[in-house]
């Protein structure tokens, strides 16, 4: 199992649960039960939003790499500083990411709202059959 596989199945699950929470959050529910759902629903979306914001971290980092490399005064270094700054600055250029789904869904900022705004279509097509 790669880390890919276990980010499909926590996108996966992470979004089933924003919709569930929410729409159990809708029932009428005792105070105690409800306190209960909505600190669930505040738990998925935060682990949702970490994920999300440490992969944005991650990709902004990433460029910074190959930025710091060329900062090196690596014009006035030998062949093979010169060769290793050049394979940094290469290697630098495409960012690194968290993917899932094969690579379809990049983890970042722009991807959680993506997430919660299906969240709430699907919670929204959940309520109408509800009623």
Request: proline fraction near 1%; hydrophobic fraction near 50%; glycine fraction near 2%.
């Amino acid at each position: 199992m790669t880390f890919s596989t276990l980010l499909d199945i926590q996108l996966t699950i992470n979004t089933l649960s924003v919709v569930i929470a929410a729409f159990r959050l809708t029932k009428s529910l005792s105070v105690i039960e409800y306190v209960e759902s909505f600190a669930f629903f505040c738990t998925v979306v935060a682990q949702l939003a970490f994920i999300c914001w440490k992969s944005s971290d991650l990709i902004y980092a990433s460029t910074d790499i190959g930025k710091a490399a060329y900062e090196v005064d690596w014009i006035n270094g030998s062949e093979k500083v010169r060769s290793a700054v050049k394979m940094i600055t290469i290697r630098t250029q495409k960012p690194l990411k968290l993917t899932a789904l094969r690579g379809l869904v990049m983890f970042d900022l722009e991807t959680l709202v993506d997430i919660m705004r299906l969240s709430y279509t699907c919670f929204t097509v959940v309520k109408s059959l509800d009623t």
